[in-house]
């Protein structure tokens, strides 16, 4: 039997999707200060109006009065699913005043792409675009990857529904035992990447001989690009832009860092590198790269533009570090991707679509995931050649030893059949518009797994249905389906006739009764 | 909270200490990278190309 929503859980859930509605207000605030800063007027009273519709809309959903209680896992996972959205459809609006977007939907294409960190971009003429929006973009990447939960948690709202959103927005792990302590850590640890990251990025821009206030601004930008995995950029020629391989270099340490599990980081803080170097994830991610790296060299050795080494080197590391943590950052254009680079093309494709770590800013199926999957195919494998006797017992290392349950299997199993049948889908829907097959299964992995990477399908004015598919792919991606699909059971029950036809002649029924 | 930020005061010696042979162990990790990638250069016989 599915759950439906009672008038109660939609109050609840509404009351508290106006709580984070407000709390992101919090996010207009930067590219408020930049845009007063730098006199772009007309994108100031842009934030100034965004900022006024998200107080009116946050209060007035936050009017609808609920008990003060535990949230129930439904609740959770509805408000979550919807908060994603909500916030997307807000966030879209100073973008699509600004004259860089061909429609509201390429704005709120924009909007998801910055909220998921998948960073592909609609936006027309990027190099033009203001400070403020573009401060705008980059905090929808930092509050998408740290978690629009986790930001509202770490200011120590919700109370007793903590734990169950926490959950659902696609973490499992807690550093600290406390919810709220876990999701003020993650904050820390990232804002403190990003100001060391901006702090070494600013040096090189200035040495390069940008102007102080530009150098910085574009460092923080691309800085928290990096850290939060996410791949937008304040230029159209991408990282290519800055023409450095020391900036480049930094980058690809804090993508790394940004692709690592936060329960790790926090073993690290505590001085157990051994934990680290033990971790079954980080293991098998060292390997991984390593074959991938293989692979991929010897295929851009057959390409004509990429065979010298230092471009292999320095193209070819930066695209699979990019890919690996689903940055999507690029430093070959996007027709050196579909033409001399095409060899290469579905290895970066493979590797957005396994992704990085779980726990971390990286999306993907997680590296986690197929470790677990392959324990699991090594213990069936052991199971058959042992005698009918032996009890087979596997486990893996993270934090400790960990058994490997039937539990874990199945939610593996799951979120890989999921991310699968998404890629697929996706894949199919782009080839139906007309588009290559290698094409479209390359955008619809970057659009799933939140890599980002484009070649060349998602671009301004592109066609609605397939820029709503993506949409949609980056949204379920982000959350890693179960909450998404859950949120849709949930509303296409309560909202069918049948449904609701059933349960009034259930109060009748009552009525009559008493 | 002032627990808490004591506890901060005293890891970090020990946190700057992890982060610090973490990013070298990426580095390394990245220079291991680019000789795979010379190797393999070497390999497909695409050198002297």
Known sequence: MWHRLTLEDVKVIGHYLGVLVLVSAIGLVPPLLVAVVFGEWHAASRYLLTSGIFLIAGSGLRFLRVQPGRLSRQQALAITGLAWLVLAFFAAIPLSMSGHYA?????????????????ASVVQDLDHLSYADNMWRFMMHLMGGL???????????????????????????????????????????????????TTIVTT?????????????????????????????VPMSQNIMYYHSLAIECVLMVVMLLGS??????????????????????VRITAVWLIAIVMVFAASLAA?????????????????????????????????????????????????MAVGGSAGSTAGGIKINRLAILGKSIVATLKETLAPDTARITISYQHIGRRPVTPDIVREATTVLILYGTTYIAGALVGIASGYDASQAIFESVAMASNGGITSGIVVPGMAWHLELFYLLEMWAGRLEFVTLLALMIQLVVSATPSSLAMR?????????RS | MKKERENWVDMAPDALLGYAVVVLALVCFMILLAIVVAGVRILTGMGAA
Not at chain 1, 314 to 322: D, Q, T, Y
Request: glycine residues 8%; aromatic residues 10%; contains cysteine.
């Open chain 1, 103 to 119: 429609n509201y939907v390429d704005a709120l294409f924009e909007a998801v792409s910055g909220l998921t960190t998948t960073g």
């Open chain 1, 147 to 197: 978690g629009l939960i986790v930001v509202a948690l770490s200011f120590g709202l919700f109370g007793k529904g903590s734990a169950s959103l926490f959950t659902s927005e696609g973490r499992s792990e807690h550093v600290v035992p406390n919810v709220v302590q876990t999701t003020q850590f993650i904050g820390r640890i990232t804002l403190a990447f990003i100001a060391l990251s």
């Open chain 1, 204 to 232: 090189l821009c200035l040495v390069k001989g940008m102007e102080p206030a530009r150098a910085f601004l574009q460092s923080l930008w691309v800085s928290i690009s990096a850290f939060a995995t996410a791949g937008f």
């Open chain 1, 260 to 281: 690592i599990n936060f329960t790790l980081h926090a073993e690290i803080l505590r001085g157990r590198i051994k934990t680290f170097f033990e971790d079954t994830e």
């Open chain 1, 303 to 351: 390409s004509r533009l990429m065979s010298d080494l230092p471009a292999m080197e320095r193209r070819g590391l930066f695209m699979v570090v990019a890919a690996y943590s689903t940055t999507g950052f690029q430093n070959v254009t996007t027709s050196q991707i579909t033409g001399s680079f095409a060899s290469g093309m579905l290895i970066i494709a493979i590797l």
């Open chain 1, 504 to 512: 009034l002649h259930a109060r009748r029924a009552q009525r009559r």
